[in-house]
């Protein structure tokens, strides 16, 4: 599989905590994650045993994961904007403002 597979944005909007198997894989979509992605991710680049770390993460562990995917998430999506949550408000950005912000600062050099 890829690193720029649809499905990882697609379960990280449903909230699953991605295991990835390779350090690219957290470099895609720095943009959009502002977070940092060892808040919300497992990197496990060996190729055997997997499932035995995964069980070996502590709940409070698995906790912070599920913290900070949730922050990280939301910048993931496109929406039609919240009601309850005025314009210009950080709680009001998605993945569109996200990567305009990004194209300007990149275009800026900044």
């Known amino acids: ?3 720029t597979r649809s499905a990882t944005v697609d ?3 449903l909230g699953c905590i991605p ?5 690219a894989a957290q470099l895609v979509w720095r ?6 992605w060892h808040n919300f991710s497992v990197l496990h680049e060996s190729p055997r045993g997997v499932i035995a770390h995964l069980l070996s ?5 698995v906790t912070r994961l599920r913290q900070g995917l949730a922050r990280a998430s939301r910048l993931l999506a496109y929406t039609a ?8 408000d950080p709680a009001s950005e998605d993945a569109a403002d996200v990567l305009l912000q990004g ?4 275009a800026r050099g900044t």
């Open 11 to 13: 379960s990280m909007a």
């Open 1 to 3: 599989d890829t690193a």
């Open 19 to 23: 295991v990835f198997s390779h350090r």
């Open 81 to 88: 904007g919240e009601p309850h949550v005025a314009a210009g």
């Open 57 to 61: 993460l502590k709940p409070d562990a």
């Open 31 to 36: 943009w959009h994650v502002r977070e940092a």
């Open 103 to 106: 194209a300007l600062a990149a």
